[in-house]
């Protein structure tokens, strides 16, 4: 059965200070590993998709990395309305099912 | 481009009542998902369809949850009767199938259905 962890569990940051959140996985095969934003109240609204390790992607102030077991979120200089909690989700190869971890909730502080 | 819709948005029941929610996904995709998201907790499917049928229903509790997608459109999930541990928000999402596996296949989510059980 496919894994998902993330860590931390929730991060406090000043605004601007650089930070990065985690997901390790243990999957039987991997189609892609995906990144999502979820704002309090709402569905999650997806960032990133990663395929291979190595592969890198960035939008605005966030950049996904992938190795064979984890994925890395890196925050840059971030903002007061980069605050949410991110979900990172591995997709079977099989039925393109998504397995989620529990999230990293993040606040930055202005 | 129309996102997914769900209603209603929010719902408060007594336990052993029933419930009913609905979803209408983007147009043009053909696999729907039905996921429930406890709080503090990521999404955790429950039930998949690929126009009208069933690809995964493996997480579903079938003694008291059923779903359908008629017409291969809109989808309605059902509890009967809730139980307190069905307290919950509801998610629906929905792609555009593919099997190239260099392709985006993106699950894009509504803004779900938060329900209580009391």
């Known amino acids: 059965e496919d894994q998902v962890t993330q860590s931390p569990e929730a991060l406090r940051l000043q605004e601007g200070e650089s930070s990065s959140l985690n997901c390790s996985y243990t999957?039987?095969?991997?189609?892609?590993l995906f990144w999502y934003r979820q704002d309090p109240g709402k569905g999650p609204e997806f960032l990133f998709t990663?395929?291979?390790a190595g592969e890198e992607k960035e939008k605005e102030r966030l950049k996904a990395t992938l190795t064979k077991k984890e994925s890395f979120l890196h925050i840059t200089a971030p903002k007061p309305e980069d605050s949410a909690t991110y979900l990172c989700?591995?997709?079977?190869?099989?039925?393109?099912?998504?397995?989620f971890g529990t999230g990293t909730r993040l606040t930055i502080i202005p | 481009e129309a996102g997914v819709a769900q209603s209603p948005r929010y719902k408060i029941i007594e336990k052993r009542q029933s419930v009913a929610f609905w979803c209408n996904p983007i147009?043009?995709?053909?696999?729907l998902y039905w996921y429930q998201q406890i709080l503090g907790q990521g999404p955790k499917l429950l039930i998949q369809?690929?126009?009208?049928?069933?690809?995964?229903d493996s997480q579903l509790p079938k003694d008291r949850f059923s779903a359908e997608r008629l017409k291969g459109v809109d989808s309605t999930l059902k509890i009967q009767p809730a139980k307190l541990e069905d307290s919950a928000v509801y998610l629906c999402?929905?792609?555009?199938?593919?099997?190239?596996?260099?392709?985006?296949?993106?699950?894009?989510f509504g803004a779900g259905t938060r329900l209580s059980v009391l």
């Open positions: 999402a929905s792609s555009f199938p593919t099997r190239d596996i260099g392709a985006k296949n993106i699950q894009y």
């Open positions: 999957v039987s095969g991997l189609r892609g």
């Open positions: 990663l395929y291979s």
């Open positions: 989700a591995v997709q079977d190869p099989a039925n393109e099912k998504l397995t």
């Open positions: 147009s043009g995709h053909a696999t």
């Open positions: 369809f690929q126009n009208n049928g069933v690809v995964d």
